[in-house]
T-cell receptor, first 112, second 111 residues
């Protein structure tokens, strides 16, 4: 069966510090991968998606970037965090053969 | 046109009652409409989904009603339980590649 992992689960970072969040998927090949951000009490904002290694599409211009160095690994990064980057970051995957999208457990990021 | 509008923002229901959450969309190219359930501090989990060629889908206590002409769909939770207290998101996608989410409804079921 397929599983999706995210780490760390929680993170507290000072303004101006770098960021690296990692997402890995097991049990599937060539998944579509997604990064979402969820502000407190709000909906899901799609940040990036990827259909393959090295292929990244950005939905919203911002202080963040994404990379996909391996088929089942998706990384969200920032060189300098802003207060507004605080939120709950969710990674999701789907197989191109199906429409269902499955979410990871999320990373709670607090920028102080 | 890409939006999915969800209402209400929050909902309080007595145990045993029916919870109803509504969503509306504009893009007629949407062909898949899932509902997700999210508990605090967790990622959303797929609850139930429907395609526009079906007017209703039922899984246990959860039912999706779909009105293609009105471009609306809704989630009904029958016999609502305190364990159903969570945030619910409706969503829509075209071909499954990108999914547009509603703003979410926070449901509280009173014991």
């Amino acid at each position: 069966s397929q599983t999706i992992h995210q780490w760390p689960a929680t993170l507290v970072q000072p303004v101006g510090s770098p960021l690296s969040l990692e997402c890995t998927v097991e049990g599937t090949s060539n998944p579509n991968l997604y990064w979402y951000r969820q502000a407190a009490g709000r909906g899901l904002q799609l940040l990036f998606y990827s259909v393959g290694i090295g292929q990244i599409s950005s939905e919203v211009p911002q202080n963040l970037s994404a990379s996909r160095p391996q088929d089942r690994q998706f990384i969200l990064s920032s060189k300098k965090l802003l207060l507004s980057d605080s939120g709950f970051y969710l990674c999701a995957w789907r197989t191109p053969l199906l429409v269902e999208q499955f979410f990871g457990p999320g990373t709670r990021l607090t920028v102080l | 046109q890409q939006q999915v509008k969800q209402s209400p923002q929050s909902l309080i229901v007595q145990k045993g009652g029916i919870s109803i959450i509504n969503c509306a969309y504009e893009n007629t190219a949407f062909d898949y409409f899932p509902w997700y359930q999210q508990f605090p501090g967790k990622g959303p989990a797929l609850l139930i989904a429907i395609r526009p060629d079906v007017s209703e889908k039922k899984e246990g206590r959860f039912t999706i009603s779909f009105n293609k002409s009105a471009k609306q769909f809704s989630l009904h939770i029958m016999d609502s339980q305190p364990g159903d207290s969570a945030t619910y998101f409706c969503a829509a996608s075209s071909g499954g590649f990108k999914t547009i989410f509603g703003a979410g409804t926070r449901l509280f079921v009173k014991a």
